[in-house]
């Protein structure tokens, strides 16, 4: 399915900028890059938007739910893009925005997987299934309390964050104006029948 490609696309630009951010060893070409350190801060429009490097070790908002608990999230990611490959195939044919948000999650949700499954083992510091998400998106927004805690910014995310966000609400979008469409269908089709009733019974009274 030609709608893959966008979750390919997704994966591989998360994964480059991941790499960029938090830079990468290839020691049998004696290659290495450095990246950013760890907090470090590089500002792109002021204080408004900057790169900041970060890594979560658990949930979205950087809520950290146990090291027994993030192994559960990370088998139900894997879990949860598998179905979601398994239902894009089950509805090849249906319409292509419906296909194209479900692609957009999908791609997210791999981008960050691959930080989960592997990225302790590449760097070195966590086995298999219990690696770190790499975020370095640093956004200036309102003042908010979630879950408990207060953020003076917006939590800082990555680019399978904002495709997983994206998806979401092209998905929200597309069933509302399914559901609005199937509504007026019903109406129209009440209507019409209403119509018919009318006619049948100004024909037996005339009759």
């Not at 900057?50 to 999230?73: H, Q, S, V, Y």
Request: hydrophobic content about 50%; aromatic content about 16%; cysteine-free.
């Amino acid at each position: 399915m030609r709608v893959l490609f966008v979750s390919f696309f997704v994966v591989l630009i998360d994964q480059v900028a991941k790499l960029a951010v938090k830079g990468f060893s290839i020691p049998f070409i004696n290659f290495h890059y450095t990246g950013m350190y760890e907090g470090e801060r590089i500002r792109i429009i002021g204080n408004f938007f900057r790169l900041t490097f970060i890594e979560n070790p658990g949930m979205a908002f950087g809520i950290d739910p146990g090291i027994n608990f993030k192994l559960w999230i990370t088998v139900f990611s894997l879990l949860a893009s598998i179905g979601i490959i398994v239902y894009l195939f089950i509805i090849k044919n249906e319409k292509f925005t419906l296909r194209f948000s479900l692609a957009l999650i999908l791609g997210g949700a791999i981008g960050n997987l691959i930080d989960r499954l592997f990225y302790g083992i590449f760097y070195g510091y966590a086995p298999l299934f219990y690696g770190r998400v790499v975020d370095f998106l640093d956004v200036n927004f309102f003042h908010f309390t979630l879950f408990g805690k207060t953020f003076n910014r917006w939590p800082i995310f990555n680019l399978a964050d904002t495709a997983v966000t994206i998806g979401v609400l092209i998905l929200l979008i597309f069933n509302a104006r399914t559901q609005e469409k199937k509504q007026d269908k019903i109406i129209d089709g009440s209507a019409a029948q209403i119509s018919l009733e009318s006619k049948s019974n100004d024909t037996i009274t005339t009759s």
